[in-house]
């Protein structure tokens, strides 16, 4: 990111070990202070309960911190995350939705179990739940366990062989409908930020389609960088948010130092003249 008066180094998108990251909320607090991060949201899959101790440790070290948490939803069939960012943690409606999503995850581990014994693996749900422990149960903890027992060289190849959506099949079809969920959350007076959209499975025509539908439906805002993502695909981001009239967010998806993950606080540099970021107000 260039220098200028308006420079903030933000990161709205991480992850610590209450979802599928490797450190704590504490320590990934550290790093993000060690990293220079000046506005820091932690983001985990569809839970709140690391975000007190992100917060307290955040205050520790004056790091301006937003509560924040990535939603798993769907859109015609196709698995999408949204950030929700600024928000009261007592917030009911968003509560109500966590815990819905949480009980999806539970009975979806259940039946990703099940199709890895139908294709000759051994019974892992037990060792994922508890290697989940208090974290939310997905499935990289699956991808641990393969790689652990041997079965897959690495996580990587555990989503290409197993895990991911086209192996899934109906079973990625689970989520909340992205309508359902906007339509809870729209008046909630929180930030509603569609997460990395050059992720899906998408055309440029269907993404059109879907920001459409994600306006439509009471979405503020997109990520426009997330991670190490290609300089051409934020330049179209930048573009779509404007085109929409989305706020633009940013982040590194950081879950650990392994991995695809960028360092906290480091993604590709945007321009941050050219659209309406989403922390204008924050800071
Ligand atoms: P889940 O939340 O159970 O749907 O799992 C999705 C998570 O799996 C993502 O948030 C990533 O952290 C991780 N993931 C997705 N694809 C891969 C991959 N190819 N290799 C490693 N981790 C992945
Ligand atoms: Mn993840
Ligand atoms: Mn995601
Ligand atoms: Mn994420």
């Known amino acids: 990111m260039p220098e200028s008066a308006s420079y903030r180094k933000v990161d709205l998108h991480t992850h610590s070990t209450f979802s599928d990251g490797r450190l704590t909320p504490t320590q990934l607090v550290d790093l993000a202070v060690e990293q220079k991060v000046s506005l820091f949201a932690l983001t985990d899959h569809d839970t709140l309960d690391g975000l007190a101790e992100a917060r307290a440790q955040a205050a520790a070290h004056q790091l301006p911190f937003l509560n924040g948490v990535e939603l798993s ?3 015609k069939g196709i698995p999408l995350h949204m950030v929700a960012l600024n928000f009261d943690p007592n917030n009911a409606a968003l509560n109500a939705l966590v815990e819905k999503n949480q009980g999806i995850r539970l009975d979806r581990a259940r039946r990703i179990a099940d199709l890895l014994v139908k294709q000759g693996l051994p019974d892992l749900f037990d060792e994922a739940v508890a290697l989940a422990g208090n974290s939310q149960l997905g499935r990289p903890h699956f991808a641990s366990l393969m790689v652990e027992k041997g079965l897959v060289k690495d996580a990587n190849k555990a989503f290409d062989r197993y895990l991911g959506n086209k192996r899934l099949g109906s079973l990625r ?109 924050w800071v």
Request: cysteine-free.
């Open 73 to 75: 939803t769907q859109w």
């Open 173 to 281: 079809d689970v989520w909340p409908e992205l309508e359902e969920v906007l339509g809870v959350l729209r008046e909630q007076g929180m930030a509603l930020i569609l997460a990395h959209p050059k992720r899906y499975p998408l055309t440029v025509t269907k993404l059109k389609r879907l920001l459409a539908d994600f306006t439509a439906w009471g979405g503020t805002g997109m990520e426009i960088a997330s991670g190490n993502e290609r300089p051409d695909h934020v330049r179209l981001l930048e573009r779509l948010s404007q085109e929409f009239g989305l706020d633009a967010s940013v982040g590194s998806d950081f879950h650990g130092p392994f991995g695809p993950w960028t360092q906290v606080g480091h993604f590709t540099q945007i321009h941050e003249t050219s659209v309406d970021l989403v922390w204008r107000d």
